[in-house]
């Protein structure tokens, strides 16, 4: 029973790992993303905010760019984790009814079916916030120790 209780404990120390490496990789993917549409100048993405029906072009070119690049890093560091992902659910939301929805599943891309994944990730994330790995993590214990101090 013992080394039952013990598995289970390890277990759950190295999920707790793989969701701050999955949240790291998230993060960076997003700053590479970000960071292509910036160094283009906006022109890929100008194609793909042009099918949405109601959309400032430019405006939301750098609204897009500046979401992936900076919620992206901030996943990376686990700072402010919550909002940077909140951040870009709208952005994907948006890229799967305006962009990929047309393509439907099943493409030799798979650009619907990998931004749904990239959507139900961030929102994990939204729900979950940081784990270990983070300096939110580090700034509430922190936080929770000037407290108890304090009391």
């Known amino acids: 029973m013992e080394n039952l209780r013990d598995f289970w404990s390890s277990a759950n120390l190295r999920r707790e790992v793989c969701l701050d490496l999955l949240r790291i990789y998230l993060g960076f993917g997003l700053m590479m993303k970000g960071g292509h549409f ?3 100048g906006g022109g ?3 194609g793909m905010v042009q ?4 959309a400032p072009t430019m405006a939301l070119t750098h609204l897009i760019a500046v979401a992936h690049f900076g919620g992206g890093m901030l996943l990376v560091l686990g700072m402010l984790t919550r909002l940077a992902a909140l951040a ?3 952005i994907l939301l948006g890229a799967i009814l305006f962009v990929h929805l047309g393509e439907g599943l099943f493409t ?3 650009t619907l079916e990998f931004t749904i994944l990239l959507l139900f990730l961030l929102v994990l994330i939204v729900v979950n916030g940081a784990g270990r790995l983070s300096i939110d993590h580090f700034m509430s214990k ?3 120790a ?3 101090e304090s009391s």
């Open 44 to 46: 890929e993405i100008v």
């Open 38 to 40: 910036i160094a283009s």
């Open 51 to 54: 099918k949405m029906p109601f």
């Open 108 to 110: 030799k891309a798979a």
């Open 88 to 90: 870009n659910v709208p």
């Open 146 to 148: 000037s407290r108890a």
């Open 142 to 144: 922190k936080v929770h």
